[in-house]
C-alpha cells in the first residue's frame, strides 16, 4: 500500500473542502435565483482545469438531479394548497412539465453536437456572452 506525504494529504484535503465550499455556494446562490446552477457550475470547473467541453457536458449531467431536487421542494411545499390550476401536483403544473420535458430531450443532442463542435475560444467566448446578458436581465428585473 502507497502511503500519502503530509504535504500530499494536506492538500487533498484543502482540495476536498475547496470542492465542498464552491459547490455549497454554488448550490446556495443557484437557490436564490432559481437557476440550475450551470451557470456558476461551468466557470467553477474551468476554474478548476476541467476542459470546458467536459464541464458543459457534467454541468448538464448535474441539471438532472437538481432538477428533480427542485422538483421535490415545489410537490412538497405546494402539496394541499387550494387555488391552484387542474393538473397540478403541488406547486408542479404537469402539462408544462411535460411540454419542459419533450422539448429539452429533442433539443439536448443538437446542444451537445453544437458545443463538441465549436472551438474552446469560441465556446467560452459564447458562454460568456450568455452570462452578461443573464447578469443584464437579472439587473433589470431588479431596479424595475
Same mark, same amino acid.
Do not use: D, E
Given at each position: 500500500?502507497?502511503?500519502?506525504?503530509?504535504?500530499?494529504?494536506?492538500?487533498?484535503?484543502?482540495?476536498?473542502?475547496?470542492?465542498? $465550499?464552491? =459547490?455549497?455556494?454554488?448550490? +446556495?446562490?443557484?437557490? !436564490?435565483? $432559481?437557476?440550475?446552477?450551470?451557470? !456558476?457550475?461551468?466557470?467553477?470547473?474551468?476554474?478548476?482545469?476541467?476542459? +470546458?467541453?467536459? $464541464?458543459?457536458?457534467?454541468?448538464?449531467?448535474? =441539471?438532472?438531479?437538481?432538477?428533480?431536487? =427542485?422538483?421535490? =421542494?415545489?410537490?412538497?411545499?405546494?402539496?394541499?394548497?387550494?387555488?391552484?390550476?387542474?393538473?397540478?401536483? @403541488?406547486?408542479?403544473? !404537469?402539462?408544462?412539465?411535460?411540454?419542459?420535458?419533450?422539448?429539452?430531450?429533442?433539443?439536448?443532442? !443538437? @446542444?451537445?453536437?453544437?458545443?463538441?463542435?465549436?472551438?474552446?475560444?469560441?465556446?467560452?467566448?459564447?458562454?460568456?456572452?450568455?452570462?452578461?446578458?443573464?447578469?443584464?436581465?437579472?439587473?433589470?428585473?431588479?431596479?424595475?
Amino acid at each position: 500500500m502507497r502511503r500519502m506525504t503530509i504535504a500530499a494529504a494536506v492538500a487533498a484535503v484543502l482540495a476536498g473542502a475547496g470542492m465542498l $465550499a464552491g =459547490g455549497s455556494g454554488i448550490g +446556495i446562490v443557484s437557490s !436564490l435565483v $432559481a437557476a440550475g446552477g450551470g451557470f !456558476l457550475t461551468i466557470p467553477f470547473m474551468v476554474f478548476c482545469n476541467v476542459a +470546458i467541453h467536459q $464541464a458543459v457536458g457534467t454541468s448538464a449531467a448535474l =441539471g438532472f438531479p437538481i432538477a428533480v431536487a =427542485g422538483a421535490i =421542494g415545489y410537490i412538497a411545499s405546494g402539496y394541499g394548497v387550494g387555488g391552484l390550476p387542474p393538473w397540478s401536483f @403541488g406547486y408542479i403544473y !404537469l402539462p408544462a412539465l411535460v411540454g419542459v420535458v419533450v422539448i429539452s430531450m429533442l433539443v439536448a443532442p !443538437l @446542444g451537445a453536437r453544437t458545443a463538441h463542435a465549436l472551438p474552446v475560444k469560441q465556446l467560452k467566448r459564447g458562454f460568456g456572452v450568455f452570462l452578461a446578458l443573464l447578469a443584464l436581465q437579472m439587473l433589470y428585473r431588479l431596479l424595475r
